[in-house]
Every structure is written in C-alpha cells, then in structure tokens.
C-alpha cells in the first residue's frame, strides 16, 4: 500500500465549527488531491496541489480552503462546517500529472450535526 | 453537467461469466482513462488504465476498451468473481479541471455483484 494516512477517520462535528483534515504521505509525491464521495455524485475533486504551498480548486471548492506547507502533509479545513458538507473525504497522490494511476488514503467519514 | 458519465448505477453477475461495465465521457479533451475498484470502508483502487492512443488495453482478467469516436469505454472482467463485487468508478484526465495537472475527473460508479 502506498504510504498515505488520513487524520481523523471519522469525525462528528457541530454546525459552524471549523475543521481541519490533515493527509501525510511518505512516497514523496508532488501532487496531491482531495476528493469527497457522495451518494449519486461519485468522487469529486475538491482542491489540489502540485507542489509544496502551490494549490488550485477544484470542482467543489467551495467552503474549503486547503495548504500544504511540506511535501508530505495537505491539509484540507472547513472555515465553518454546514451540514451539506457531512461526507467522506478521500486524499490521493500522485508523482505525475495523474495520466498513472493515483493513490488514495483509507477515507475520513465527516459528519456535521 | 457531468463529464464522466456511469449509466448503470447496479450490475449483477453470475460468477464464471463476464462483466461489463460501461463509461460515457463528453469532454473530448480527455486523453487518459482509468477504472478504480472501491470496496466499502476503504479507499478507492487502481485497477487499468488506458490512454486515447490506444483502443485496447489487458492485465489479467481484466480489459478496457475504448471508442474514442463514441466517447465510451468499457471494463471487461472475465472470469467474474465474488471477491469482484465493488463499486467500480471510471476516472478520465484533461479537459476543464485537467489543464496540465490532468486532474481525474470521476464517474458517479456502477456496484458491482458477482453471484457465486
């Protein structure tokens, strides 16, 4: 398995509260992705980067802001979670520009009450 | 408007025979596609990947094809198996979000059930 960790596994947040989701990799990928997985929406992009404090948004970007200080950690926050964004939050890297396969984490299943 | 689309949200399969699944795209620009296998509670998975250059691409029990002309490809998987059924999601690269990240843009994924 390709050496990727996401933080929290789950996590149950309240309205309103910010939230920080934090990715590690040890593969020394440049790129790295967030996805979010939805019923009847598939996996999303959210936001990515293609190197260390370089990122750009994604399709649903909205709500999120993501940094990425060292190669190995992007982090991914919600400035004030809403209850639309209760889903699972997918990481992925990549060492190209993804025409080879990307490799994702096991998942972070947020919940926003 | 989706870019990637997965028609058959289900499929099941008797185990033995052959499983298709099938992947529309309408962003021309795409030139790298990719299927990934994901089972519940874990992340999604690398399975084969094809690029537009080529209209047929092998590894093991499983092929993907591509009609470039038709904008489809499809997944072939033979024979199928129990441990097969997952959910099964076509990605391709380029176009609107791509540029020169050539970020994946996903299917919605088509679930799939091998019967034994």
Known sequence: ?113 | DQQVKQNSPSLSVQEGRISILNCDYTNSMFDYFLWYKKYPAEGPTFLISISSIKDKNEDGRFTVFLNKSAKHLSLHIVPSQPGDSAVYFCAASGGRYGGSQGNLIFGKGTKLSVKP
């Not at chain 1, 990727?4 to 593969?27: A, D, M």
């Open chain 1, 1 to 113: 398995d390709a050496g990727i960790t996401q933080s929290p596994r789950h996590k149950v947040t309240e309205t309103g509260t910010p939230v920080t989701l934090r990715c590690h990799q040890t593969e020394n990928h440049r790129y790295m992705y967030w996805y979010r997985q939805d019923p009847g929406h598939g996996l999303r992009l959210i936001h990515y980067s293609y190197g260390v404090k370089d990122t750009d948004k994604g399709e649903v970007s909205d709500g999120y802001s993501v940094s990425r200080s060292k190669t190995e950690d992007f982090l991914l926050t919600l400035e004030s979670a809403t209850s639309s964004q209760t889903s699972v939050y997918f990481c992925a890297i990549s060492d190209l520009i993804m025409n080879t396969e990307a490799f994702f984490g096991q998942g972070t299943r947020l919940t926003v009450v």
